[in-house]
């Protein structure tokens, strides 16, 4: 999960004065911190006991400055989880386009393969990015109708990728591809919420093989 977020790895703020930075520059660095800043905040804190307050802190920016980039915490927080699902689904895709040179591997060993590519990009996504991996699979239950709206909207998304990348035809096919991705996230967020990041990189092969034994013929 790359969000777009080093500028505050080290807490580094921008100095005051002349930067030699552009406005659209600071614009994007005030947007990020403030984005980093939520998401580590929510884990001392979580969702509902976390306030704008808190971000302004954290992310050493006005409050003028917040809210000429988010109405709200509500705002922000869905900025920060879009940023999440598309990070992710963009690696995962990427990263099972990546298996072309296997071209020998019958279809749904195939498909095998670029599933366990898409996941072990999905898995070391949110073990580098444990912050947010917090607020995409544990904050999202606080955040409200709306957030979880969404959250079911970008599992449909994982869905619709697991299926493409298991070629899933059938009906039957289909509900593989829900049921694997529903175990994955379950299993995911048990490691996430227990901060065990080794843990959770671990869980690749045993997924690998429970969508191995899902697959029909498997």
Do not use: W
Not at 15 to 20: A, D, L, N, T, V
Request: some cysteine; overall charge neutral.
């Amino acid at each position: 999960m790359t969000v777009n977020t080093d500028s505050t790895r080290a807490g580094r703020r921008l100095p005051r004065g002349r930067h030699g930075l552009s406005r659209e520059q600071v614009v994007r660095d005030q947007r990020e911190r403030i984005l980093r800043a939520l998401a580590e905040t929510m884990v001392q804190k979580g969702y509902v006991g976390t306030a704008v307050a808190d971000v302004l802190r954290a992310a050493g920016v006005s409050r003028e400055t917040f809210y000429q980039q988010f109405s709200s915490k509500e705002d922000c927080f869905m900025s920060a989880y879009e940023a999440a699902v598309g990070s992710l689904l963009s690696g995962m895709a990427q990263a099972a386009a990546s298996d072309d040179d296997d071209r020998s591997a019958g279809a749904g060993t195939h498909g095998l393969v670029r599933l366990d590519r898409a996941l072990g990009a999905y898995l070391d996504a949110l073990a580098a990015e444990p912050a947010f991996a917090r607020l995409f699979l544990l904050e999202i239950y606080a955040a409200g109708p709306a957030a979880m709206e969404r959250r079911a909207a970008s599992q449909r998304q994982v869905i619709d990728l697991v299926g493409a990348l298991l070629q899933a035809d059938t009906d039957e096919q289909r509900f593989v591809a829900e049921a694997f991705v529903a175990a994955t996230i379950s299993l995911v967020t048990t490691r996430i919420a227990a901060n065990d990041l080794d843990g959770l990189r671990a869980l690749r092969g045993p997924l690998i093989g429970l969508a191995a034994r899902l697959s029909p013929g498997g």
